[in-house]
């Protein structure tokens, strides 16, 4: 069964970093789309960054410029950087793991891990 296992939340100031790591006991990683969602409480789950097989990425408006993505396929990890943290940053974020291949699409989520930005 897989497992994906997020890590590396907590409690920070305003203005802090932190960086979140994602282990999935998956095979052929690199064939994934990686991507990191959050949801804050009250709000609905919403992508927060995205990077594909072939290293394009994406993210939210909101977080662009202060959030990057990215993978380290030899140890099956995906990280999202985040700095400059703004308490609207408060959430749960969670990783997931997508590939779709002719006959099956392959989906895979984290239990989520906490940042909590807060002075």
């Known amino acids: 069964q897989v497992q994906v296992v997020e890590s590396g939340g907590g409690l920070v100031q305003p203005g802090e970093s932190l960086r979140l790591s994602c282990v999935a006991s998956?095979?052929?990683?690199?064939?994934?789309?990686i991507g990191w969602y959050r949801q804050a409480p009250g709000k609905q789950r919403e992508a927060v960054a995205t990077?594909?097989?072939?290293?394009?990425?994406s993210y939210v408006s909101s977080v662009k410029g202060r959030f990057t993505i990215t993978r380290d396929s030899t140890k099956g990890t995906g990280y999202l950087l985040m700095n400059s943290l703004k308490p609207e940053d408060t959430a749960v974020y969670y990783c997931?793991?997508?590939?779709?291949?002719?006959?099956?699409?392959?989906?895979?989520w984290g239990q989520g891990t906490q940042v909590t930005v807060s002075s």
């Open positions: 990077l594909d097989s072939g290293g394009y990425t």
């Open positions: 998956v095979t052929n990683f690199r064939m994934y789309t």
């Open positions: 997931n793991l997508n590939r779709r291949s002719d006959y099956e699409t392959y989906d895979y």
